[in-house]
């Protein structure tokens, strides 16, 4: 396999600690899209929400995004909205395969609390009615999301998503 691998969800879906399991098993590079863009601009994610808005935020990761080379051969990690905005899905599907790693919103409120980690600047773990932003969030994104070229519900694991990967690679071969 010589593709790039968008992982896709929203967040707590997996996709940065699988996406770097599945890049240590294929020997590719593993690509934090959030932290390609904290590094780019000199701030964490919740300071750009916070100090330059959404807006400003979708179009950095669009741009960061699109610097990634079809032929990178890496396992990226995209941010939960990213295949939302900016023709990104496009860019995604024209650039690699897309995996969509789909996590119940019950599910994904329970790592959040689990990780106690209040990092996200749309989904606040203070927040009385986290879930229902969840639900709402996955609800509006859901359409982006099921383009992805392999759809995978609930829990896995990266051997798990290397085989479907294979398997899907060996029934599209033309």
């Not at 390609?36 to 994610?45: Q, W, Y």
């Not at 606040?124 to 070229?149: P, Q």
């Amino acid at each position: 396999m010589t593709t790039n691998i968008f992982m896709l969800g929203m967040p707590s879906s997996g996709k940065s600690t699988l996406g770097r399991q599945l890049a240590k098993e294929l020997n590719y590079e593993f690509i934090d899209l959030d932290k390609k863009i904290e590094v780019s601009e000199g701030k964490k994610i919740s300071e750009i929400f916070s100090l330059e808005g959404e807006e400003y935020f979708r179009k950095v990761e669009s741009e960061q995004l699109k610097k990634i080379d079809k032929n990178t051969k890496a396992v990226i990690a995209t941010g939960g909205g990213t295949p939302c905005f900016h023709d990104n899905m496009k860019y995604i599907k024209e650039n690699g395969i897309s995996v969509f790693l789909d996590v119940s919103p019950e599910k994904l409120e329970e790592r959040m609390r689990a990780s106690k980690r209040n990092y996200r600047p749309l989904h606040n773990l203070e927040s009385e009615n986290l879930l229902d932003k969840l639900n709402n969030t996955y609800n509006e994104r859901e359409r982006f999301f099921k383009m992805a070229d392999i759809v995978i519900e609930g829990d896995t694991d990266a051997n798990t998503i290397l085989w479907i990967i294979d398997a899907h690679f060996a029934k599209n071969k033309v």
